[in-house]
Every structure is written in structure tokens, then in C-alpha cells.
T-cell receptor
Framework: KQEVTQIPAALSVPEGENLVLNCSFTDSAIYNLQWFRQDPGKGLTSLLLIQSSQREQTSGRLNASLDKSSGRSTLYIAASQPGDSATYLCAVRPTGGSEKLVFGKGTKLTVNP | DGGITQSPKYLFRKEGQNVTLSCEQNLNHDAMYWYRQDPGQGLRLIYYSQIVNDFQKGDIAEGYSVSREKKESFPLTVTSAQKNPTAFYLC????????????FGWGTRLTVV
């Protein structure tokens, strides 16, 4: 059974710091991995999608990497801003079976001015 | 703009009542999903549909029902059989297979009063 773990559960940093959020998964048989952002009481906003054949994706100050063989992904946020404060979720799409995503429980990020 | 619309954003239900949550998408996606989010538990799949007039149970389908009469619509009914319905409900869609990622709505918060 695929399981996704995100460490740390919560992170507080000063504005301007570069930071890394971690995501690990137990089964390397995945189609892709997706990073989402969730603001309090809101839905999920897709940040980056990495296909299983890719090593990384970049969007603005965000860079996500994928090491499928070791079951790890990282989300790098450069020059963090207070507006980056949110919960960040990673999810994998396993191969075979249903099309469901398997989610981690998220990392709650607070960027202090 | 293409996207997913969930309504209402907030819903209050008396014990013993059935309520229906609406989810509409104009992305021309084949597949649609319902997830439930509880604090500390992450997102769990309730039902999903890969094609019109077909749907499958997810991990926590008991006490819920769905229909998929149109490609654009995937309503979720929370029945009186659901013992603990208070939660945040998220609808999502994808091109069939999820190869290009998933798009989520803004959510419906259901509270039993």
C-alpha cells in the first residue's frame, strides 16, 4: 500500500530564507507526483506536476525534484515571502488500480515578516 | 476561465437529513473525484468517476452516494447513514488517467448542527 510522508509537519522561517519541504513515498511505481498549496479554509492550488520520467520542474521561485528510485521529492522555495505561508501537500498517482491520488498530511509553512 | 465550481461553500445539516454538494467543471475533464479532509488525517477518497454513468467507491464511501449523468457534473449526497459528516469536502477532476495532474475546487465545509 502506497504511503506518503511529509516532514516536517510545520515549519516557521523568517522572510527571505530559502527552504526545502520534503515528501517521501513507499512505492516507486508512480505515474507522477504533484505539489499543492492550501490556504486555510480553501481548496488546493496546483503548484508543480512532475512526471515519473522527469527529475525536476520549476515555476518562478519554486523548484520541485523527484527521485523515484529512492521515493523522495523536495519542494524548494527561494527567497520566501509572508504570502508563501500556507500548507503544502504532495500527492502521488500510483500506477495501476484506481486513479486516486495518495496524499501526505502536509507541511504547514509560516513565513514571518 | 476553466475550473471547478463547488457549491455551497458552507453547509449546515441537521442530524438525520440528506444533503447534496454540487461540483461542476468546464475543463472537459473525463474523470471527477470527491475527497474528504479532516484535521490531522489528510485527504481521503470518497468516490470517483472515470466516465459518464459510471463511478467507483473510494476508501470511505459508506454513507455517501454520487451520480454522473453529465460529464460536467458530479454531485455528492451525504446521507443520514454517514455517522460523522462534519468535514471539508473537495471535488477534483482530471483528464482520464490523471497523467496531466488534478485540478481541485475551492471546497465545501459541511457542519452537522
Amino acid at each position: 500500500k502506497q504511503e506518503v510522508t511529509q516532514i516536517p509537519a510545520a515549519l516557521s522561517v523568517p522572510e527571505g530564507e530559502n527552504l526545502v519541504l520534503n515528501c517521501s513515498f513507499t512505492d516507486s511505481a508512480i505515474y507522477n507526483l504533484q505539489w499543492f498549496r492550501q490556504d486555510p479554509g480553501k481548496g488546493l492550488t496546483s503548484l508543480l506536476l512532475i512526471q515519473s520520467s522527469q527529475r525536476e520542474q520549476t515555476s518562478g521561485r519554486l523548484n520541485a525534484s523527484l527521485d523515484k528510485s529512492s521515493g523522495r521529492s523536495t519542494l524548494y522555495i527561494a527567497a520566501s515571502q509572508p504570502g508563501d505561508s500556507a500548507t503544502y501537500l504532495c500527492a502521488v498517482r500510483p500506477t495501476g488500480g484506481s486513479e486516486k491520488l495518495v496524499f501526505g498530511k502536509g507541511t504547514k509553512l509560516t513565513v514571518n515578516p | 476561465d476553466g475550473g471547478i465550481t463547488q457549491s455551497p461553500k458552507y453547509l449546515f445539516r441537521k442530524e438525520g437529513q440528506n444533503v447534496t454538494l454540487s461540483c461542476e467543471q468546464n475543463l472537459n475533464h473525463d474523470a471527477m473525484y470527491w475527497y474528504r479532509q479532516d484535521p490531522g488525517q489528510g485527504l481521503r477518497l470518497i468516490y470517483y468517476s472515470q466516465i459518464v454513468n459510471d463511478f467507483q467507491k473510494g476508501d470511505i464511501a459508506e454513507g455517501y452516494s454520487v451520480s454522473r449523468e453529465k460529464k460536467e457534473s458530479f454531485p455528492l449526497t451525504v446521507t443520514s447513514a454517514q455517522k460523522n459528516p462534519t468535514a471539508f469536502y473537495l471535488c477534483a477532476s482530471s483528464i482520464r488517467g490523471g497523467d496531466y495532474g488534478y485540478t481541485f475546487g475551492w471546497g465545501t465545509r459541511l457542519t452537522v448542527v
